[in-house]
C-alpha cells in the first residue's frame, strides 16, 4: 500500500509556492497562518448532571472570514458539503482563492471508531495499524478532512495522565514503530475521495512527561532524556513522511513547547531538515500568557513565529497582531512568508488547488461499510490483553454454564467509543451484552449493573449477589467509562471508579469463579480485583466492535493475543513506573517486600517496585517454551547487525500467537543506560505442538543512544540480551560491540 511522503522538498511545487506568495499582500499572508474551528464549543453544563454533554454552535463571521482571506484552515467538520461550502467561499469568493486546509481529530477512526491508540498499541501490529489508520482515511477525506491531527505520539510514562489512552505508551521502540505506522496508514495513496491526506503527528513535544500526570503540567526534563525519549517518535513519524506537527500546550524547562526555538527551529528545521507545517495546539500560542512567558497576545504572537509555530489554532495572536508586529520592525516580513511557504507547500502537495471539492457521493460509499467493520473487529480482537487465566477457565464453551453478568459497563455502548471519537455514534456500537447475545441468543443472562459508573449511587449488591450465587459463572464488566481518560481527565486515584470494587467484593464473596472484562482508556491500579478474578480479560475501549471482540474471546472463537505497552502498577506510589528505568548505585536485588528494608537498596519499605504486570505482558489459551537462544555471532563491529535465534515451541493444545520481544542492556556507557530496552518483536503463530526456529535482528547502529555531549553514538563494550514474552522475563545471553 503506497503512501505519500510529505518530508522532502519538491522543486515544482516550491516554483508555485513562490510565485503565489509574491501575489500576497500581508493580509493575506497572515490570514493563511489562522486556524478556526467552525463550531463554536460550549463546555458541559453541570448543573445538568454527569452525563451532560458539550455543546457546538456555528460561528455567524465565517462566511465573512474566509471570503476575506482571513482563515487559512478549518477543523473538526464532518459533512462534505459543509467543507464544500466553506472551501467555495475560499476558492470562488476570496482574490487569491486559495483553498482551505481541512483539520480533524481523527485520533482512532473516524465513523467506523477501532480502539484507543494505547489498545492498537498493545497489538504489537503495525501493519494492522496502518491498515486502521488507512480506513480512518478513507472515511475522513471522503468528508473533506485532509489533514489528520493524529498519531499522537506523545511518550507517557505516568497513568494519572489521562492522554496516555491516545498514544502507544510508555517504550520509545515501540512508539517509533507504531508512530510510522500510523503515518503510512493516513497518508495512503488510492483513497476512494481520490484526495491525499497529511498527518500531524503531535504533541510536538514531551508532552507526556508533564509533572504529577497532570494535563497541561510542567515538562522539566534534561535535553539529553527530550532527545533519547520524547523526540524520536517524531523523527520516526517525519522519516515515514509526515507532512506536518502539532506544538504542546507544555513547557519544556522553562520555555514552552509553542515557542520554542530548540525544538522548534535548531532541531527540527536545521538538525532534521524538516520542510513541513507547524500548527499550534488549541489555543497555546494565547497560552503563552498565562504561562508568563509572553506579556500579551502580540508578544505571544512574536514569541511563537520567531520560534517556528506556523499556523496559530483558535489564537487570533497572528490574526491580531503580526501586521503590527512587522509594522513596528518586531517581526521580520521573511519570517512570516516562510510560515505562509510552509502552509501554500502543504495545499500544493495535498492537491487542494486542482481538487478543492470533495465528491459528495463518495462518503456514504466507504464509511461505516462491512469491511470498516470488519477492521473494526479485527482490531478489538486483536487488541484484548488476557491478563489472567487461572486453571484455564477460558475459553467457555457456550451455554456449558449459568452465567451471571454483572457491572455498570456490561450494556454500555458510548464508552466503548474511548475518548477522542468525534465523529463515532454509540448506535454502532456492539456491547459486551451485545456480543454475549451473539452467542446466547435468549439465553444470554439479564445483566446487573450492581452500581453506577461513577460515584455513589444506587448499590445493588443483593440482586448482583443474588445473581452470582445462582450462576456457575460470573462475568463482572468494570472499568472506567470514557470520559475517565483522554484531555484533561487526570485521575489521581487509579482503582476502580466508585464503588465498582465494593461490587466486586461482594460478589467475589460467593466464591463463584469471576471472569473479570475490564474497559479502560489507561493502566489501572487493580490489585484486589486481580487477585479476586479467575481470569482477567482487558478490552481497553475497544471501538464499536469491542463487545463481539470479547464474546468471540469468551468463547474461543479467537485467543486474546495483546500484550501491554504500558506497566501496570501495584500501587500508585510506584508512578511513575516503566520497565526501561536505570539500575542505580543500589539497586533493589529482591521484591523488595514490605517487612524489612533491604540493606540500603533502592526499594520501598511498603511495596515491591515491580509492576503488577509487565510491559510486553499478556497471557493466551496456549503455552509457549523458549529454547536454544543463540547468536550468530558474539562480538561485533559498529556497522554489523546483531542476529539472534530462538527455538519457541507451542506447548499447549491451542493455536496461539507469541510476540517474543528483544531486549538488550548496554553494560556500561558514558551516560547510564536503563536495564532493559525493546531493540524488536516478531509475532508468531504455532498451532500445537508446532516449533519454529526464530530469528530478530538488530543493526548495531540502533544500540547508539545519546550521550552527554548529545550526540548520539554507541559505545563499544558489553551487552546483555533477553528473548523473551515480556520485560520481565527471556532467555538471556551476552555479545560484546567493538570500537
Ligand atoms: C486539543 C488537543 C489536540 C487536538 C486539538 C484540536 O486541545 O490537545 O490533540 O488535536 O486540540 O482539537
Request: aromatic residues 8%; charged residues 20%.
Amino acid at each position: 500500500m503506497a503512501s505519500y511522503s510529505f518530508n522532502t522538498l519538491d522543486p515544482a511545487t516550491e516554483a508555485r509556492v513562490a510565485e503565489l506568495l509574491g501575489q500576497m499582500t500581508l493580509t493575506e499572508k497572515i490570514g493563511q497562518l489562522n486556524q478556526i474551528s467552525p463550531l463554536v464549543f460550549t463546555p458541559p453544563d453541570p448543573s445538568q448532571g454527569v452525563d451532560a454533554r458539550p455543546t457546538f454552535s456555528m460561528r455567524q463571521d465565517l462566511d465573512d472570514e474566509i471570503r476575506a482571506g482571513r482563515i487559512g484552515s478549518i477543523f473538526n467538520t464532518r459533512e462534505a458539503s459543509f467543507v464544500n461550502r466553506c472551501q467555495r467561499l475560499a476558492v470562488e469568493g476570496s482574490r487569491l482563492g486559495i483553498p482551505l486546509l481541512v483539520g480533524g481529530d481523527v485520533i482512532h477512526g473516524f465513523r467506523t471508531i477501532f480502539p484507543i491508540p494505547l489498545a492498537l498499541a498493545a497489538t504489537w501490529d503495525p501493519d494492522l495499524v496502518e491498515r486502521t489508520a488507512r480506513a480512518a482515511a478513507e472515511e475522513a477525506s471522503a468528508t473533506g478532512v485532509d489533514w489528520i491531527f493524529a498519531p499522537m505520539v506523545d511518550i507517557a510514562r505516568d497513568p494519572r495522565w489521562g492522554r496516555i489512552a491516545e498514544g502507544a505508551g510508555e517504550d520509545v521502540y515501540l512508539g517509533c514503530v507504531m508512530a510510522a505506522a500510523q503515518v503510512r496508514g493516513f497518508q495512503s495513496q488510492g483513497l476512494a475521495s481520490g484526495r491525499a491526506v497529511a498527518a500531524c503527528p503531535k504533541h510536538f513535544v514531551a508532552y507526556g512527561a508533564a509533572e504529577a500526570g497532570r494535563d497541561y503540567n510542567t515538562v522539566d526534563i534534561s535535553e539529553r532524556a527530550l532527545r533519547e525519549i520524547y523526540l524520536p517518535p517524531f523523527k520516526a513519524a517525519f522519516d515515514a513522511g509526515a507532512g506536518s506537527t502539532m506544538s504542546a500546550f507544555n513547557e519544556i524547562a522553562g520555555v514552552p513547547a509553542s515557542a520554542n526555538p530548540l525544538t522548534l527551529t535548531t532541531i527540527l528545521r536545521e538538525e532534521w531538515a524538516w520542510p513541513g507545517l507547524v500548527v499550534s495546539d488549541y489555543e497555546s500560542v494565547r497560552e503563552l500568557i498565562p504561562h508568563g512567558f509572553a506579556a500579551d497576545l502580540k508578544d505571544a504572537g512574536r514569541l511563537a513565529l520567531s520560534a517556528g509555530v506556523d499556523m496559530d489554532m483558535m489564537g487570533m495572536a497572528y490574526l491580531n497582531h503580526l501586521a503590527d508586529l512587522v509594522a513596528e520592525g518586531a517581526l521580520p516580513l521573511a519570517a512570516i512568508d516562510e510560515a505562509v511557504r510552509r502552509v501554500l507547500r502543504l495545499k500544493f502537495r495535498l492537491g487542494l488547488f486542482e481538487q478543492p471539492y470533495v465528491d459528495e457521493s463518495v462518503a456514504a460509499q466507504v464509511t461505516l461499510t462491512e469491511g470498516q467493520r470488519a477492521l473494526a473487529l479485527e482490531a478489538a480482537q486483536a487488541s484484548l490483553v488476557l491478563l489472567k487465566n487461572q486453571g484455564s477457565l477460558l475459553p467457555l464453551k457456550p451455554g456449558a454454564q449459568r452465567l451471571a453478568v454483572i457491572g455498570p459497563l456490561a450494556e454500555s455502548r458510548h464508552d466503548l467509543l474511548g475518548c477522542w471519537s468525534l465523529f463515532g455514534e454509540e448506535g454502532d456500537v456492539e456491547s459486551v451484552m451485545d456480543g454475549l447475545r451473539a452467542y446466547l441468543g435468549d439465553t444470554a443472562p439479564a445483566p446487573i449493573a450492581g452500581c453506577p459508573l461513577r460515584g455513589d449511587g444506587d448499590f445493588e449488591a443483593e440482586a448482583a449477589v443474588a445473581a452470582a450465587e445462582a450462576a456457575d459463572i460470573v462475568v463482572l464488566v468494570v472499568g472506567e467509562g470514557q470520559d475517565l481518560s483522554g484531555e484533561a481527565h487526570c485521575r489521581t486515584q487509579l482503582g476502580l471508579p466508585g464503588r465498582q470494587q465494593a461490587l466486586v467484593d461482594a460478589v467475589a464473596a460467593t466464591g463463584k469463579p469471576l471472569v473479570v472484562v475490564l474497559l479502560t482508556g489507561r493502566p489501572l491500579v487493580i490489585p484486589e480485583l486481580a487477585e479476586q478474578a479467575t481470569a482477567l480479560l482487558l478490552a481497553w475501549h475497544g471501538g464499536i466492535r469491542t463487545g463481539r471482540a470479547i464474546a468471540d474471546a469468551l468463547f474461543g472463537a479467537i485467543a486474546p493475543a495483546g500484550r501491554l505497552t504500558a506497566s501496570w502498577p501495584r500501587h500508585q506510589g510506584q508512578i511513575p513506573l516503566y520497565y526501561a528505568h536505570k539500575n542505580t548505585g543500589r539497586p533493589a536485588r529482591g521484591a523488595g517486600t514490605g517487612q524489612f528494608v533491604e540493606f540500603f537498596r533502592s526499594a520501598y519499605l511498603d511495596a515491591p517496585n515491580t509492576p503488577l504486570f509487565p510491559f510486553g505482558y499478556g497471557l493466551t489459551y496456549t503455552q509457549f517454551a523458549y529454547r536454544d537462544l543463540a547468536l550468530d555471532a558474539t562480538t561485533l563491529g559498529p556497522a554489523d547487525t546483531l542476529t539472534a535465534r530462538v527455538t519457541i515451541s507451542n506447548i499447549g493444545e491451542r493455536a496461539g500467537v507469541e510476540i517474543v520481544q528483544l531486549y538488550v542492556r548496554d553494560l556500561v556507557g558514558s551516560v547510564t543506560r536503563p536495564v532493559r530496552e525493546l531493540k524488536g518483536f516478531a509475532r508468531v503463530a504455532l498451532e500445537p505442538g508446532e516449533s519454529r526456529r526464530v530469528t530478530l535482528t538488530v543493526p548495531v547502529a540502533d544500540l547508539a543512544y545519546v550521550g552527554a555531549d548529545l550526540q548520539r553514538r554507541v559505545e563499544p563494550g558489553g551487552f546483555e540480551l533477553w528473548l523473551g514474552p515480556d520485560a520481565l522475563s527471556g532467555l538471556e545471553t551476552d555479545f560484546n560491540v567493538m570500537a
